[in-house]
């Protein structure tokens, strides 16, 4: 059984009030009548270039917006009926790293406070001995040490804060992750470090990730298949050698052709 099935899945976003929008590009399907499975442990790189509806239909998935038509099961489950102590559940297997490192974490916080908080508010971990513990073990899985605990957001780099926010991805041990282009405001060597630590998570945690990027060589080191994405559609849907050796759609061709490949390490 998949452990995500999405069948049908649109959202319509409401008309601009702008008296200089035009009525019928406001009602164009940000995400366009798309169907899909994932499977536990999989990689489905999700590929478009900006405005496509990727990050849209991330965010539908986790039901952080809600879907004009359609549904989403999750491990069985129907993500688009549960209340919301489930979905609250729900969540704890499912979780989102965002694009934005600098404003992805509350820059009052310090890094340990940071990591907790998911263990405090959906597992009540009020133990500051244990909950620290954990947070310096999520440190470490990320590459980082426990001398980062008591520093603030500020005081790091990009890809340091990308892997805070990693680990406070993990906190929970989720089933499945959204990656929204998680290495596009880094530049191109960090983002090659942090695309390598998603690859090794992966197996050591035993994660599923939807990985959403613009870029088709990254997309194809990371993932076991790939869905190309234009306006809202999923033009091509299939293994990441199919894609990438036996492309169908122009629009995936020019994807392959329009950007360089990133430094990574063999898995």
Not at 82 to 100: C, S, V
Not at 116 to 123: T, V
Not at 250 to 264: D, G
């Amino acid at each position: 059984m998949p452990l995500l099935e999405i069948r049908n899945l649109s959202k319509v976003f409401p008309p601009s009030e702008s008296i200089f929008a035009s009525r019928q590009k406001s009602l164009q399907p940000a995400v366009d009548d798309v169907s899909l499975d994932m499977h536990a442990g999989e990689t489905l790189g999700l590929v478009g270039e900006s405005g496509s509806g990727k990050s849209t239909l991330g965010r539908l998935i986790l039901r952080l917006i809600e879907p004009t038509t359609g549904s989403i099961s999750f491990n069985g489950r129907d993500l688009l009926a549960a209340g919301r102590g489930d979905l609250r559940r729900l969540r704890r297997d499912m979780q989102i790293i965002f694009q934005d490192p600098f404003s992805s974490l509350d820059p009052r916080m310090r890094v340990e406070g940071l990591i907790a908080e998911p263990l405090i508010i959906h597992r009540g971990n009020r133990t500051r001995g244990v909950t620290k513990s954990k947070v310096a073990e999520l440190l470490r899985a990320v590459g980082l040490d426990s001398s980062a605990l008591h520093r603030y957001p500020h005081e790091f780099s990009g890809g340091q804060r990308q892997r805070i926010v990693i680990a406070r991805a993990l906190a929970l041990r989720p089933k499945f992750i959204v990656c929204d282009e998680p290495v596009s405001a880094l530049d191109v060597s960090v983002g090659a470090q942090i695309v390598n630590l998603l690859a090794q998570l992966q197996r050591d945690f035993g994660l599923t990730y939807l990985f959403i990027s613009h870029s088709m060589p990254i997309v194809r080191y990371l993932s076991t298949r790939i869905a190309v994405m234009h306006r809202g559609k999923i033009l091509e849907l299939n293994s990441t050698d199919q894609i990438t050796e036996n492309r169908q759609h122009r629009y995936t061709k020019a994807l392959l052709s329009a950007t360089p490949e990133i430094e990574t390490q063999s898995p």
